[in-house]
């Protein structure tokens, strides 16, 4: 036993981690509540917070540990932070902590850093499912010191100035942001801050300058999958108080980039690379954007405070000083397209001393698949922002351009998209190329010579997300059994079954004459309704519908989470009721040969809208017609082999001819809906000519006469 027990204390000292999570309720979602819950908890651990409208004056920590904070959805909680001086929600030092799923506003806030600061030495952070819905204050999250791995998603922010400050200037160990540059930027790896998912809608300010998200310092980030309204993202080079050294890197690609004209914003350009490196690909931008992104050099034509209180003209030891000419301090200390520092410090006694290293390597800024709402390219260029910014960043040497109409791409300037084996084998050195076949970026490093595989996308969805999907799989959502009509009345359909970390999960089948991917509006009926959300429950039959009238649906799956996730629809859809099987025609003015038809047995299948048509088939011929039995009416009245599918107008004004005296005929119809559905043959109608029956002549027998018979 006492064996035992010193092994049980080993084994405690050497794996501290709190193997049973437990969840701290919060009494409420006041500040003093959220505060006392947080303090209870230790590693690992969840705090709830429930539901309720609250004001945070004093500030809630996360300090040491790495714990859940949630709220009980958006909208449901709502925090307001009414303080001055410092954040209401301060996480430091406190990797693998997660805070979501409530609403935030901050009418009041007065302060230069977000009323949410991460700090420190937190990595691993995640900030989720959080709306935004009322911004005063330069900042809503702020991200500082050495946080530089974390996630931020499926946020909704209403901003009137940023949204998201990153500046990691204690990035690991250096007090400047230094050790960015003396590392590999490391496309597609983790070591990134991620915003994706997101909505950002700026309103109430008028200036272009804020933005959804600033690094004005040391650090990178990953923009993808975001939405702006109004709005762009930035990041800054040396051109900061505080002697910080610039942004390393950005990648911003499949984003959507918007304009409400409604709401009266000044707006100028989608984004701005003010320092470092960037790839920019695969975004639409609005038209109602003056430019799509742009590099430029700050210090060109502009001296900024602090110890980077000077322009970039030539004579300061930070830049370069090779360029001669238009632009003699080219390059300048961490502009656009630069990139790994040599690692020699500058000299001792200088503001800088050893934070700045000289001869940075070329590391160009790449752009494709950009396009403008329409499709055209929407190509990076350098405005000119200050004099002579366009010299200090020049196109196929600082950023390099994709041009849709240059094809087949020769390798020798901008950025080339296509396949592996379409990728031309000589090339000029800086250039790259797109390569569909493995989703990578090749690079000409040397003349004709590809590296291969220089970037590529790090994985989406990002894995903090953890073992809870962003939406219930598949994402988006599909068929299993596409809509189609089951009756006159009725269309059935089956949504896939999915699946998810919380349960049970919701299908809402959505009836949407209004979508674009609806078919033509004039054979739309009415009577659709959606199913609203059915629990478990995949399949939904749509009811009270009109006959052969076109109906449009799409599905969707939402599960259980705090703040449910709903997937993204399905395909929509269009599909026809079926057609009425057709009653007895009716005919008149029966001849020796003819008869017309009097009345199609329509049965209620619409004339126009979509206009139903109708096959005829005669089925009775009494006695035998060999040319008419199981042939089909064609449009001339004759008969045919094959279906001829007739309005009920062009029908109801047929005259058959061609037909045999004194018999009785007996004809039904068919009906064809929307979606090429045939019904089956109706009830049969039957009609008889008139005078006298003619029997046929024996088969083979001709001009035979038969004398000498008795009459007896």
């Not at 004093?58 to 909208?75: C, F, P, R, W």
Request: glycine share 10%; hydrophobic share 30%.
């Amino acid at each position: 036993m006492y064996l035992l027990i010193r092994l049980s204390l080993f084994l405690l000292l050497l794996f501290p981690y709190n193997t049973y999570a437990a969840t701290h309720v919060a009494d409420s979602c006041s500040d003093t509540h959220v505060q006392a819950a947080i303090d209870a908890a230790i590693d690992g651990d969840t705090v709830t917070i429930p539901s309720g409208n609250c004001t945070w004056d004093d500030q809630v920590k996360i300090s040491n540990k790495g714990i859940t904070l949630q709220g009980a959805g958006e909208g449901v909680t709502t925090i307001t932070c009414d303080r001055s001086g410092s954040p209401c929600l301060y996480i430091k030092d406190a990797s693998s902590t997660s805070i979501g799923d409530f609403s935030w506003t901050q009418p009041d806030y007065d302060y230069w850093s977000g009323s949410i600061e991460i700090t420190g030495d937190t990595l691993d952070w995640r900030i989720h499912d959080i709306t935004l819905i009322d911004q005063s204050g330069e900042r809503f999250i702020s991200i500082f010191k050495n946080a530089y791995r974390g996630l931020i998603d499926h946020c909704t922010m209403t901003i009137s100035y940023t949204g998201i400050h990153i500046r990691l200037n204690n990035y690991k160990g250096s007090s400047k942001g230094e050790e960015f540059w003396l590392e590999d930027i490391d496309w597609g790896g983790p070591d990134w801050i991620f915003i994706e998912d997101n909505t950002f809608h700026r309103k109430g300010h008028g200036s272009y300058l804020w933005s959804a998200v600033d690094c004005d310092g040391p650090g990178k980030y990953v923009f993808r999958e975001n939405t702006c309204i109004n709005t762009k993202v930035i990041n800054h080079g040396y051109d900061y108080n505080g002697c910080y050294r610039g942004s390393r890197g950005i990648d911003v690609y499949n984003n959507t980039f918007e304009v409400n004209s409604e709401d009266g914003i000044e707006i100028y350009r989608a984004g701005y690379v003010m320092g470092g490196t960037a790839m920019v690909h695969d975004n639409v931008y609005s038209t109602d954007y003056t430019y799509a992104f742009g590099p430029y050099a700050p210090r060109v034509g502009y001296a900024y405070g602090g110890c980077n209180s000077h322009t970039c003209d030539g004579t300061q030891i930070e830049d370069g000083n090779t360029g001669g000419g238009n632009n003699p301090g080219y390059p300048c200390r961490d502009q656009p397209g630069q990139g790994l520092d040599s690692g020699a410090s500058l000299g001792a006694g200088e503001p800088w001393d050893g934070c700045f290293l000289e001869d940075q390597a070329l590391e160009p800024i790449y752009g494709w698949n950009n396009t403008w709402e329409g499709g055209a390219d929407a190509n990076i260029d350098a405005p000119y922002v200050y004099t002579g910014n366009r010299y200090y960043v020049a196109e196929n040497r600082d950023y390099y351009n994709y041009d849709s109409t240059d094809t087949p791409w020769a390798g020798t300037d901008g950025v080339g998209v296509g396949t592996q084996a379409a990728r031309p084998a000589t090339c000029t050195t800086g250039v790259a190329y797109w390569d569909t076949t493995n989703s990578q970026l090749d690079k000409c490093t040397a003349t004709n010579t590809w590296t291969e595989g220089v970037y590529e996308t790090y994985t989406y969805p990002h894995p903090l997300i953890g073992t809870e999907p962003l939406a219930p799989q598949p994402n988006p959502m599909t068929w299993a059994t596409e809509p189609a009509g089951a009756t006159t009345t009725t269309i059935s359909m089956t949504g896939s079954t999915c699946t998810d970390a919380t349960t049970p999960i919701d299908y809402t089948f959505n009836y949407d004459p209004d979508s674009d991917d609806c078919g033509t509006d004039a054979d739309i009926g009415t009577g659709g309704t959606d199913s609203g959300a059915q629990e478990s429950d995949t399949t939904y039959t749509d009811e009270t519908l009109q006959t052969n009238q076109a109906y449009c649906y799409a599905c969707t799956a939402t599960d259980s989470y705090g703040t449910p996730q709903t997937n993204t629809a399905s395909s929509t859809v269009t599909v026809y009721t079926l057609a009425a099987t057709p009653t007895a025609t009716t005919y008149e003015n029966e001849g020796d040969t003819t008869a017309e038809i009097l009345a199609l047995g329509a049965n209620g299948n619409p004339a126009a809208t979509p206009e139903t048509t109708f096959a005829l088939q005669m089925v009775t011929c009494t006695p035998a017609d060999t040319d008419w039995q199981d042939k089909w009416i064609q449009s001339d009245g004759s008969a045919g082999a094959s279906e001829a599918w007739m309005s009920a107008t062009t029908i109801n004004a047929l005259t058959i001819s061609g037909l045999e005296t004194a018999t009785t005929y007996g004809i039904k119809a068919k009906a064809i809906n929307g979606d090429s559905i045939e019904t089956a043959l109706g009830s049969e109608g039957q009609f008889a000519t008139t005078g006298a029956y003619v029997s046929p002549p024996l088969a083979g027998v001709k001009g035979l006469r038969i004398t000498g018979m008795s009459t007896r």
